[in-house]
């Protein structure tokens, strides 16, 4: 392997932002490592990715299960040495609105929702972190959402101010704090961390009601995933420029 083949790897990157965040930094040179749950639709992304002729290989990822995670930090160690950017994508949301009710809320649903959207990238992150202080220019993005920012959430004149998922904006919103802690530990290494509200894209996540491509929501998270040297840390970003927390 050449020292200068730069390595990514991508949570939940088999459909959607995740895959387009794959097929943006595979056709920038990024030998992409498509993390999924699902062996079939990882293998199917990585086919094809690499039909496109870009680099790409399915590792089965999933971010609840800490044995798996091991299990990856020790491949891309063995394989590549190193990792240069960490893109914290796998999310998952109720589409249930009467889960969004605090009375009809149950701790299962807010315990789910946390265990892949919070905790699950804080393991990756935790697992794969020394690995990231021996690229020359690590960067890990945390791909967040507006409806975690506590400033906008209590603004009237917020588009979504009337929308309010607790589980899913609670989880972003510490994904956010997530990002300022790590920026603020290792903001004296070569490890720069931010976070990225793609919008409202039409996924899966949202049964495809978004307005904006998958592939649009992807470009934010990839100028973050590739930013200079000189570049921020610490901050939230959208499509737009920075964003309150």
């Known amino acids: 392997m050449s020292i200068n083949l730069k390595v990514a790897l991508i949570t939940g990157a088999n459909k959607g932002i995740g895959f387009q965040t794959a097929r943006q930094l595979g056709q920038l040179g990024y030998m992409v490592l498509v993390g999924a749950r699902d062996e079939e639709r990882g293998r199917e992304a990585e086919y094809r990715l690499q039909q ?21 930090w020790k491949r891309i160690k063995e394989q590549y040495g190193k990792l240069d950017v960490l893109i914290n994508n796998a999310a998952v949301a109720s589409t249930d609105p009467h889960r969004h009710q605090f009375l009809e809320l149950n701790m299962t649903d807010m315990r789910e929702t946390l265990d892949t959207n919070f905790f699950g990238a804080m393991a990756v992150t935790q697992a794969v972190l020394p690995l990231m202080l021996e ?16 400033t906008l ?7 979504h101010y009337a929308h309010k998922p607790l589980a899913y ?9 997530l990002t300022v802690h790590l920026a603020h530990e ?15 894209a039409s996924t899966d996540l949202n049964q495809g009601r978004g307005q904006r ?33």
């Open 213 to 245: 491509t998958a592939s649009e929501a992807a470009d934010i998270v990839v100028k973050l995933a590739t930013l200079s040297n000189d570049g921020p840390t610490g901050k939230f970003f959208n499509a737009h420029g920075e964003i309150p927390w």
């Open 186 to 200: 290792f903001k004296n290494t070569n490890v720069k961390v931010n976070a990225a509200c793609p919008g409202f």
């Open 169 to 177: 904006n609670v989880s972003k919103t510490a994904l956010n704090q």
């Open 153 to 159: 959430n209590s603004n009237p004149r917020f588009l």
């Open 135 to 150: 690229s020359p220019a690590g960067r890990i993005v945390n791909v967040s959402s507006a409806m975690g920012s506590l």
């Open 52 to 72: 496109e002729g870009l680099r790409a290989l399915f590792i089965q990822l999933d971010v609840t299960q800490s044995v798996m995670i091991n299990q990856v």
